[in-house]
């Protein structure tokens, strides 16, 4: 089954190179990361290593509070930071907290022997989510390098449980030292399957959106968008086309949905921009403005990266873009605020929605809403407290993760 595996490895790099010379810009930032990640690794200098692996951004900020207390309680080792995603790596490719930065290398036997063995002294590997290369684990295995996942999460449907998924089943439980689980479900799960080494210890975001709440500094271009207006604000966060399409029609509800729309798109490319412009012609974009200029328009389109956790606490709803499409994006990013969350039908993967929507502090949208729980959002102040009292309950209820997986790391 390895080299079945290994075979699709190989396909996989095949397809990024056709990508590449055929002009696809992620394609190509990832095959120049995979040809330079000998340079960062001659950055470490013989210390103790820690190694995180997170897939693209998302799993980044997963991965941070975890990153961040071992290096507090480690504070002689380095650390080895990796991405798979080009979303990630461009991202945060100069994150201070770590000494070696890089697109982890394809998960081909050699590079793997030859990404490992120039990792000297290697004292642990993180994981996050559900980013699984074979060939690497196997080898960390081989060096007796102690290797964790946390904030995972595993359903029946996945492959590892179907009837052919067994050889992948023995590389869970043989591989990883420990496996730190999202939630009940996966954890009764991986023990059905012979896997004990596991333990339930949350997901990890909710330690990071809680950071970021503290510490999120005020945004002076977004206040000044908002300047002299006193009422509602929806602040629609990772859209892609069809939740922008569905905002501009139940913008058409002008009796009740707010006059100040705050759209920050998950992709920034000029094609993307200039079809928000379209159906909102009276936006501006939030690189034309500035903390002193007069904003002519009611939607701020925000062209920039790395503001959308900060923009939640103008918001009195949020929207998460992605739900009509593979996924939602991060809800967790505005629970943190307490500001109730909107979001389309494709939740199912995410436990936290699962959760949210139990508590009453979500609402569904499918391309022809019933909108008047939203419209009640908007108007009365009992149902909005109380969706947003859930947000905050939720939040309460599942900070600790990172002190629960470093606790047991250290025994």
């Known amino acids: 089954?390895?080299?079945?595996?290994?075979?699709?490895?190989?396909?996989?790099?095949?397809?990024?190179?056709?990508?590449?010379?055929?002009?696809?810009?992620?394609?190509?930032?990832?095959?120049?990361?995979?040809?330079?990640?000998?340079?960062?690794?001659?950055?470490?200098?013989?210390?103790?290593?820690?190694?995180?692996?997170?897939?693209?951004?998302?799993?980044?900020?997963?991965?941070?509070?975890?990153?961040?207390?071992?290096?507090?309680?480690?504070?002689?080792?380095?650390?080895?930071?990796?991405?798979?995603?080009?979303?990630?790596?461009?991202?945060?490719?100069?994150?201070?907290?770590?000494?070696a930065i890089c697109y982890l290398p394809p998960d081909l036997p050699l590079t793997v022997h030859r990404f490992i063995r120039q990792t000297n002294n290697l004292q642990a590997a993180f994981f996050v989510k559900y980013d699984f290369w074979f060939n690497y684990l196997g080898a960390l295995r081989k060096s007796h390098v102690p290797t964790y996942i946390f904030s995972a999460i595993f359903r029946p449907e996945q492959y590892f449980f179907k009837p052919w998924g067994r050889w992948f089943v023995r590389q869970l439980r043989d591989c990883f030292t420990h496996l730190f689980v999202q939630n009940e479900d996966s954890l009764q799960l991986l023990r059905s399957h012979g896997i004990d080494h596991c333990s339930l210890a949350g997901d990890t975001r909710y330690d990071r959106v809680n950071q970021i709440v503290q510490t999120a500094e005020r945004d002076a271009v977004v206040e000044k968008f908002l300047d002299g207006?006193?009422?509602?604000?929806?602040?629609?966060?990772?859209?892609?086309?069809?939740?922008?399409?569905?905002?501009?029609?139940?913008?058409?509800?002008?009796?009740?949905?707010?006059?100040?729309?705050?759209?920050?798109?998950?992709?920034?490319h000029e094609e993307h921009l200039h079809s928000i412009e379209a159906l909102f012609p009276d936006s501006v974009r939030y690189s034309r403005l500035s903390a002193s200029d007069n904003a002519a328009g009611r939607v701020l389109i925000?062209?920039?990266?790395?503001?959308?956790?900060?923009?939640?606490?103008?918001?009195?709803?949020?929207?998460?873009?992605?739900?009509?499409?593979?996924?939602?994006?991060?809800?967790?990013?505005?629970?943190?605020?307490?500001?109730?969350?909107?979001?389309?039908?494709?939740?199912?993967?995410?436990?936290?929605?699962?959760?949210?929507?139990?508590?009453?502090?979500?609402?569904?949208?499918?391309?022809?809403?019933?909108?008047?729980?939203?419209r009640k959002l908007f108007t009365d102040d009992d149902i909005y407290n109380a969706a947003s009292d859930a947000c905050m309950q939720l939040m309460r209820r599942n900070l600790g993760s990172t002190t629960k997986i470093m606790d047991t790391i250290e025994k």
């Open 229 to 268: 207006y006193d009422g509602k604000v929806l602040v629609a966060g990772s859209t892609w086309p069809p939740d922008e399409q569905l905002l501009a029609r139940l913008r058409e509800s002008k009796e009740w949905f707010p006059e100040r729309i705050i759209i920050a798109p998950h992709e920034i």
């Open 1 to 99: 089954m390895r080299g079945l595996y290994t075979i699709g490895i190989w396909f996989y790099c095949f397809g990024v190179h056709v990508a590449a010379a055929c002009g696809h810009r992620n394609a190509r930032l990832m095959l120049r990361g995979w040809h330079h990640w000998r340079e960062e690794l001659a950055k470490l200098d013989g210390r103790p290593v820690v190694w995180f692996h997170a897939a693209s951004l998302g799993e980044f900020e997963q991965a941070r509070p975890v990153l961040e207390s071992y290096r507090e309680r480690h504070p002689d080792h380095q650390v080895l930071l990796t991405f798979f995603s080009p979303s990630g790596y461009e991202v945060r490719k100069n994150y201070a907290k770590a000494e």
């Open 302 to 374: 925000i062209d920039n990266i790395g503001l959308l956790s900060k923009l939640y606490r103008y918001a009195t709803v949020a929207y998460i873009g992605g739900g009509f499409g593979v996924g939602i994006h991060n809800i967790l990013e505005a629970v943190a605020y307490g500001k109730p969350v909107v979001f389309g039908p494709n939740y199912h993967k995410f436990q936290e929605a699962h959760d949210l929507i139990d508590l009453g502090g979500c609402m569904i949208v499918d391309e022809h809403p019933d909108v008047s729980f939203l």
